[in-house]
């Protein structure tokens, strides 16, 4: 029934294109970004506990592959942009020998750097624009009056994409393998838990999810700075709307994306004092609601299903 | 000769980013956590008394003091208040409430001083100097590179020589075996935040006086720090100041050969350093 009823959403919402206006077809495509992109955080880090406070590079690398593909490869902009995706997963792949060195605070704080050095050799690159940015040359592909309604699709496919697959990994045996990790590492690895390609698998698909969220803003803006796509703000929110929704959860992302939008649309004409709302109102969430809103509805009704989702 | 002014300009910048690192690296070793809000705390400060000195109008001095006894009491509170209900075996908790907390620090300098480029006038000081063997150098760097020295010397005077600071290293190695001795842990972390804040701050200020600042210039501050403790090595404070003065020569280096790289090269130099030598230039083998 619960299921039906969900499926029954995602219709609903793939319809919204031929019934809202720009505006709201805007906005909704923003929100599904940040709740893809606070899902795609939150599988090494809620679940996991590999917790990254550089995803800002992710945006930014998929936004940038998106834009050089369809440029230099001569590809339809519509197939570059899963493409940028694993592109983005590929360089998360890279990285990883480095900074799987890293355990907690140090790899939060050393993802940070290196999405730093993306950025900074981005902006170097006269290839990719450097620190002006540049125009999406695949635009020409697609008729203007379908840019919206293709991003806002893509975004949606997008989100729905990475709940499904972190509902199914968490589900099985890998999700229990990961917790374990998470939970106790000698006592995982005792038991025949493999550390090192548990992580190594969430990290690059919440890489390659990022990109693919990253691609989809910069496709539906038609320009991309190194300012913009890099921006630190990135992970601002992601990680306030996934603490304030619930981490390891997976209604979380949604019910922070709803909380983080709410805070921004209605404190829209006071400049800065949402980002000041919503910090504080993360700290107050750490403070008395570790499990985030989604614990909330835990504590309201005790179904079964529930609590087989609490562990 | 070129090489050498390199190499003594990068030293003096690196003293003060040795000092941006000492007050990150002591919340590691006695809390285990990380303060992602250090660069806010260092930007605050800077803030406080460039407001103390143009709102007030009290001659420098006393805004650099007033300024660091606020960014005492703020790091003193917060970590009364906030941070200390939050420590335990898991550093993440700790670590998201400082990053939200870095996001309102920052937020509100906005709101406060506005996203313009401030600093402090230190007057004639920032510009006289002299020569050694053709060598320029300036007062108010040397003089920067000698408040980072004494304040080394004083906290290693500290956590070494004085009973206080045997309880806090003890804090550090077993906190559970403290406890039960009577000590309250949560009252010391509290005083070491203060301290690592007020640290923060006094590196801030010297910025502001040195070059300039904006709000959100704390982020740059954190990773700096970052790199001078991961650099030098964790485990003891002489590290911090070794891979200060090694992050401190790169940059130079790296500005005079390749201007518009920034802070590339001491990324760079990070990874490389986690590839080759991950305990870092002075730590031992430790788990991270």
Request: net charge positive.
């Given at each position: 029934?619960?299921?039906?009823?969900?499926?029954?959403v995602?219709?609903?919402?793939?319809?919204?294109?031929?019934i809202?206006?720009?505006?709201?077809?805007?906005?909704?495509?923003?929100?599904?970004?940040?709740?893809?992109?606070s899902?795609?955080?939150?599988?090494?880090?809620?679940?996991?506990?590999?917790?990254?406070?550089?995803?800002?590079?992710?945006?930014?690398?998929?936004?940038?592959?998106?834009?050089?593909?369809?440029?230099?490869?001569?590809?339809?902009?519509?197939a570059?942009?899963?493409?940028?995706?694993?592109?983005?997963?590929?360089?998360?792949?890279?990285?990883?020998?480095?900074?799987?060195?890293?355990?907690?605070?140090?790899?939060?704080?050393?993802?940070?750097?290196v999405?730093?050095?993306?950025?900074?050799?981005?902006m170097r690159?006269?290839?990719?624009?450097?620190?002006?940015?540049?125009?999406?040359?695949?635009?020409?592909?697609?008729?203007?009056?379908?840019?919206l309604?293709?991003?806002?699709?893509?975004?949606?496919?997008?989100a729905?994409g990475?709940?499904?697959?972190?509902?199914?990994l968490?589900?099985?045996?890998?999700?229990?393998?990961?917790?374990?990790l998470?939970?106790?590492?000698?006592?995982?690895?005792?038991i025949?838990?493999?550390?090192?390609?548990?992580?190594?698998?969430?990290?690059v698909?919440?890489?390659?999810?990022?990109?693919?969220?990253?691609?989809?803003?910069?496709?539906?803006?038609?320009?991309?700075?190194?300012?913009?796509?890099f921006?630190?703000?990135?992970v601002?929110?992601?990680?306030?709307?996934?603490?304030?929704?619930?981490?390891?959860?997976?209604?979380?992302?949604?019910?922070?994306?709803?909380?983080?939008?709410?805070?921004r649309?209605?404190?829209?004409?006071?400049?800065?004092?949402?980002?000041?709302?919503?910090?504080?109102?993360?700290?107050?969430?750490?403070?008395f609601?570790?499990g985030?809103?989604a614990s909330?509805?835990?504590?309201?009704?005790?179904?079964k299903?529930?609590?087989?989702?609490q562990? | 000769?070129?090489t050498?002014?390199?190499?003594?300009?990068?030293?003096?910048?690196?003293?003060?980013?040795?000092?941006?690192?000492?007050?990150?690296?002591?919340?590691?070793?006695?809390m285990?956590?990380?303060n992602?809000a250090?660069?806010?705390?260092?930007?605050?400060?800077?803030?406080?008394a460039?407001?103390?000195?143009?709102?007030?109008?009290?001659?420098?001095?006393?805004?650099?003091?007033?300024?660091?006894?606020?960014?005492?009491?703020?790091?003193?509170?917060?970590?009364?208040?906030?941070?200390?209900?939050?420590?335990?075996?898991?550093?993440?908790?700790a670590?998201?409430?400082?990053?939200?907390l870095?996001?309102?620090i920052?937020n509100?300098l906005?709101?406060?001083?506005?996203?313009?480029n401030?600093?402090?006038?230190?007057?004639?000081?920032?510009?006289i100097?002299?020569?050694?063997?053709?060598?320029?150098?300036?007062?108010f760097?040397?003089?920067?590179?000698?408040?980072?020295?004494?304040?080394?010397?004083?906290l290693?005077?500290?956590?070494?020589?004085t009973r206080?600071?045997r309880n806090?290293?003890?804090?550090?190695?077993?906190?559970?075996?403290?406890?039960?001795?009577?000590?309250?842990?949560?009252?010391?972390?509290?005083?070491?935040?203060?301290?690592?804040?007020?640290?923060?701050?006094?590196?801030?200020?010297?910025?502001?006086?040195?070059?300039?600042?904006?709000?959100?210039?704390?982020?740059?501050?954190?990773?700096?720090?970052?790199?001078?403790?991961?650099i030098?090595?964790?485990?003891s404070?002489?590290?911090?100041?070794?891979?200060?003065?090694?992050?401190?020569?790169?940059?130079?280096?790296?500005?005079?050969?390749?201007?518009s790289?920034?802070?590339?090269?001491?990324?760079?130099?990070?990874?490389?350093?986690l590839?080759?030598?991950?305990?870092?230039?002075?730590?031992?083998?430790e788990?991270r």
């Amino acid at each position: 029934m619960m299921r039906v009823l969900l499926l029954a959403v995602v219709v609903l919402l793939a319809a919204l294109p031929f019934i809202a206006d720009r505006g709201t077809m805007f906005l909704a495509m923003e929100i599904l970004v940040i709740v893809a992109l606070s899902q795609a955080w939150n599988l090494p880090a809620g679940y996991g506990g590999l917790l990254s406070l550089g995803h800002h590079g992710f945006v930014g690398l998929g936004g940038y592959a998106l834009y050089a593909i369809s440029r230099d490869l001569g590809m339809h902009v519509l197939a570059a942009i899963p493409l940028s995706g694993v592109v983005t997963g590929l360089l998360a792949l890279a990285i990883t020998p480095v900074l799987f060195r890293l355990r907690a605070v140090y790899f939060a704080v050393g993802m940070w750097v290196v999405a730093e050095i993306i950025r900074i050799l981005v902006m170097r690159s006269d290839w990719l624009g450097g620190a002006s940015g540049m125009p999406l040359s695949g635009a020409r592909d697609i008729p203007r009056a379908w840019m919206l309604p293709c991003a806002y699709w893509l975004a949606l496919a997008n989100a729905v994409g990475i709940t499904v697959l972190v509902w199914g990994l968490i589900g099985s045996t890998f999700g229990l393998r990961l917790k374990a990790l998470r939970d106790n590492e000698v006592a995982a690895r005792s038991i025949g838990v493999t550390p090192h390609k548990v992580r190594l698998i969430v990290f690059v698909v919440s890489a390659v999810f990022t990109g693919i969220a990253g691609a989809v803003t910069y496709f539906s803006a038609l320009f991309i700075t190194p300012l913009g796509a890099f921006d630190i703000g990135w992970v601002v929110t992601i990680v306030f709307v996934t603490v304030i929704g619930g981490m390891g959860r997976l209604s979380g992302p949604f019910l922070g994306a709803a909380f983080y939008f709410l805070l921004r649309e209605g404190l829209a004409d006071y400049g800065n004092w949402y980002l000041i709302a919503l910090g504080s109102a993360a700290v107050g969430v750490m403070f008395f609601l570790p499990g985030g809103v989604a614990s909330l509805l835990d504590h309201i009704s005790f179904s079964k299903n529930q609590k087989k989702e609490q562990l | 000769m070129m090489t050498i002014e390199v190499l003594i300009s990068g030293l003096l910048l690196g003293g003060l980013y040795a000092l941006f690192g000492l007050g990150l690296s002591l919340i590691f070793g006695v809390m285990k956590i990380a303060n992602i809000a250090h660069g806010e705390f260092a930007i605050g400060g800077a803030f406080f008394a460039i407001a103390a000195g143009t709102f007030l109008g009290v001659p420098l001095w006393l805004a650099v003091a007033m300024a660091l006894i606020l960014s005492f009491a703020i790091g003193y509170g917060m970590q009364i208040l906030l941070i200390n209900r939050v420590l335990g075996d898991d550093p993440m908790p700790a670590l998201l409430m400082t990053f939200g907390l870095s996001i309102i620090i920052q937020n509100m300098l906005v709101e406060l001083f506005g996203a313009d480029n401030r600093s402090l006038d230190i007057g004639p000081l920032a510009t006289i100097g002299f020569k050694i063997y053709d060598i320029a150098i300036g007062v108010f760097p040397l003089l920067m590179f000698g408040v980072a020295i004494a304040l080394f010397a004083t906290l290693h005077w500290f956590l070494r020589h004085t009973r206080a600071g045997r309880n806090v290293r003890a804090t550090s190695d077993d906190p559970a075996m403290v406890c039960i001795m009577g000590l309250d842990r949560t009252r010391i972390f509290a005083l070491f935040m203060g301290v690592s804040a007020v640290l923060a701050a006094l590196a801030g200020i010297m910025l502001a006086m040195r070059g300039s600042i904006t709000p959100f210039s704390g982020a740059e501050r954190l990773l700096i720090a970052f790199e001078v403790i991961v650099i030098g090595g964790l485990g003891s404070i002489w590290g911090s100041l070794l891979g200060g003065l090694v992050l401190g020569v790169v940059h130079i280096l790296a500005l005079r050969i390749d201007p518009s790289s920034g802070p590339l090269y001491g990324h760079l130099l990070l990874l490389a350093i986690l590839l080759a030598r991950p305990e870092g230039l002075a730590g031992r083998m430790e788990h991270r």
